[in-house]
């Protein structure tokens, strides 16, 4: 009986942290460049076989079935598939088709992104609002003269009307994008990050998120029940135990 009661917390607080990834998945359906997070669950114990013994033979035993104890968090990943891409015709947009990140000097450290809604400060530097200054391939922050520009596929920045090279937009990638991790402010951060090649730029673009509305919501309900259910058995357990711990008393 009071296994149960570890089953059922342990399942709560699962579905509870299932809701809170799938919430801000689709508080960021429509940030630019935003990859959603995954989240799934183990066991964290392994399964334990119980058998059903015989009314009178207690040597004979039928397998019932594997059973878990407790439910536990297992993992929560980033999906860094592609999201889609759309035009905006704002020449300081870009988006990445393919493999890398955007480097983004930020605290005077250096994040990583995916977003391209970019903007230029009041001394002319390319910036990501609220983040940082955007940098080159050299990890240098990017200063243009003139927001009317020409970029081509692999990032080049040139003047819009004579084709002068201005800079280069910096894109980097990783051998294992498992090894980033997202700050407070959504930058990715860590890693070994090197120079990109598998990619294409796409300029006055954006790269949209990759969270689906619908799978979104599909997930929300089904942890919402899953929880309910399990806050429902919870009350019926508390039940039991108190009415059976009241007839024990009058023994």
Known sequence: MFRGFYQLTSAMLSHGRRLDVVANNMSNISTAGYKADRYTDSTAFR????????NKNKAVTEEIGPVTYILAPDQLYTDYTQGSLEETELALDFAIEGEGFFAIEWNGEVGYTRAGS???DEEGYLILPGQGRVLDADRQPIQLPTDKIFVDPDGVIYTETNRNYLATLGVFSFPDNGELERNDHGLFTGGQAQAGENYV???KCLERSNSNMVQEMVAM???QRALQSAAEVTKIYDQVITKD???LGRL
């Open 47 to 54: 399964e334990v076989m119980f058998n059903r013994v015989g």
């Open 118 to 120: 970019f903007n230029l």
């Open 201 to 203: 730029i796409h300029h």
């Open 221 to 223: 309900m089904s942890a």
């Open 245 to 247: 711990t009241t007839e």
